[in-house]
């Protein structure tokens, strides 16, 4: 899944999910292993910027990309969700979520 590092990758990433037709998109972060602290699945602090009414209590990470609404939201993690990926050769850390 796709980690969020900054702003300029956050603006990207929403205009790849609204160019995709799509209103959100799983991402890598969660706070399922420690609630409220959200981590990436290499081990980093998430980089986050909250859609409006964010975090409401679920554990998983996303993006909102609906105009007006847009940003990183937390979304339960047992449905069948739109998500984005990324390949950069680094190493995922199970101990992270």
């Not at 292993?33 to 209590?57: H, K, Q, Y």
Request: charged residues 25%.
């Amino acid at each position: 899944l796709a980690v969020i590092e900054d702003e300029a990758e956050l603006d990207h990433l929403i205009a790849i999910i609204r160019t995709a037709g799509m209103a959100d998109a799983v991402v890598g972060f969660s706070d399922l292993v420690t609630e409220g602290t959200f981590l990436t699945v290499v081990g980093s602090p998430a980089f986050l910027r909250w859609a409006p009414g964010d975090p409401d209590g679920d554990d998983c990470g996303a993006i909102q990309a609906t105009p007006g609404t847009e940003g990183t939201e937390d979304t339960v993690c047992t449905g069948l969700d739109d998500y984005v990926c990324e390949a950069d050769g680094r190493a995922v850390d199970p101990s992270a979520f």
